[in-house]
């Protein structure tokens, strides 16, 4: 085999190959539904100029047949007028008229014939055209599921590269790092503007509240003793002798004052609901 019949082999199975890649199953059926729709059109006008060959010849042996009639009438008339001679040839023109009658009803009837062939072929081809739509849809819905699932598997496998969850875990890691400066720069501008102390009594303010209520409710509920009269003023003066503990801070301080202040609160309310 010589070097150009090869070059010649390579160059089409590469132009084959070409072909075959680019083609789109779903635009290759919709051209081949377009092709049998002209094809179609096509065999309509066909059929439909049969169909009027065969009309024109019928009217022609129907006149045919009837020119022959007439002559005959003719004929008939010169017999009763008594010329014999006209009668026979006007009964040569009808067997001339019979004869065209007899041709055009014989190619009439064979026409004929051959439109009720074309429509049946025609009913047919447009059958299978019908076919072809209702295999071209299945085969389209079945294309663009494919690649559906397709494109599904392939988000899949970029799911299963780990290195797509490292980057998740190590934009975890910033962001933590980031959260971490932020409190530790709330930290350090708190200890500049003097805010911290006011936090933390804030702090302690609400936990002690929180705490006062519950104690509050369990008494109420009978879960824990009533407060006896004078109670809480005779805690507060013995810690008022007894002085500042050495082991209690400042905080403790302010949450025990605090709690004699509520005790007291819900003792005046006791009393005043007592009297009504």
Sequence with gaps: MGIFSRLAQLIQSNLNDLISRSEDPEKMLNQV??????????????????????????????????????????????????????AKEGLARKREHDELAATYQEQWTKQKAAVDQLKKALRLLSDKIEEAKRKRNVLVARKKRAEAQKAIQETMSGLRDHSAFETFDRMAQKIDQLEAEAEAQGEIAEELTGDALATQFQQLEHTHSAEEDLVALKRKMGILPPVEAGA?????????????????????????????LEVEQQQQEEKRKAGR
Excluded: F, H
């Design 232 to 260: 809480p003023a005779q805690a507060v003066q013995a810690r008022v002798e007894a002085g500042p503990s050495p082991a209690k801070s400042e905080q403790d301080e302010v949450a025990a004052a605090l709690e004699e």
């Design 33 to 86: 539904v377009l092709d049998m729709n002209n094809q179609l059109v096509e065999a309509k006008k066909q059929v439909a100029a049969s169909i009027a060959d065969e009309k024109r010849l019928a009217k022609q042996y129907e006149q045919e047949a009837a020119n022959a009639q007439e002559w005959e009438r003719r004929a008939m008339m010169a017999l009763r007028a008594g010329n014999e001679p006209l």
